[in-house]
């Protein structure tokens, strides 16, 4: 059973996504908070698979309470509940350590598949949440240059590379990758770090940016 912790400060929105996870059958919200400094203490005090947060809450906003979060609880990962308004926060976020963005207007599944993802160790990326973001981070001009260095940097990369980094983008964890590739979770694992240290990239949420430019997951 996944433990989530969900922050929001708003009642329906938190009863809403209660219900979406609960549907699922493996996740258990095991804490609820308000604001984000609650968020923080009650991740400290739950110790949850996953933090879920709202990017605008009062006393301490979603992003600060993200970087806490990963900072004093690293058994956590944190995925935030983002709107398509919010796009200038995810990007400030994708080097802060959180590795989920999911969009509160988007499917059920998708929530569900996202928190599976980042409670698994992958990252999830809705995908409208992606384009927005790829979109979004220089007009269309720059985003075609992007897409063509993205294109360049992973053909560098070996076939199996490019085809886990293409899962990576898709939010699969490193189990679910071997499942999928029929390989060893350690194969898998090297493979990861590998593409990382290639692509220049820090964490798998900026991974996954690079295979959504270079056109290997279906948005």
Do not use: W
């Not at 963005?101 to 059920?108: I, T």
């Amino acid at each position: 059973m996944i433990r989530v912790l969900l922050a929001d400060d708003e009642v329906m929105v938190r009863a809403g996504v209660r219900a979406i996870l609960g549907s699922s059958g493996e996740t258990e919200v095991v804490a609820e908070a308000g604001d984000g400094r609650e968020a923080v203490e009650l991740a400290r005090a739950h110790r949850p698979d996953v933090a879920l947060l709202d990017i605008r809450m009062p006393r301490l906003d979603g992003l600060a309470a993200a970087e806490e979060i990963v900072r004093t609880v690293p058994g956590t990962a944190v995925a935030m509940l983002t709107t398509f308004s919010e796009q200038a926060y995810v990007a400030r976020a994708l080097g802060g350590g959180v590795t989920g963005f999911l969009l509160k207007s988007g499917d059920p599944y998708e929530l569900i598949a996202g928190v599976r993802a980042v409670a698994g160790g992958g990252a999830f990326l809705s995908p409208k949440v992606a384009r927005y973001v790829v979109d979004g981070l220089g007009g269309s001009a720059g985003r075609l240059g992007r897409e063509a260095a993205a294109r360049a940097r992973v053909q560098e990369l070996s076939p199996r590379e490019r085809e886990v980094l293409g899962l990576v983008g898709a939010g699969l964890s490193n189990p679910e990758i071997a499942a999928r590739l029929h390989l060893v979770e350690g194969t898998v694992k090297a493979y990861v770090s590998s593409v990382l240290d290639r692509l220049g990239v820090r964490n798998r949420v900026q991974a996954a940016i690079v295979a959504y430019e270079a056109g290997l997951v279906e948005s």
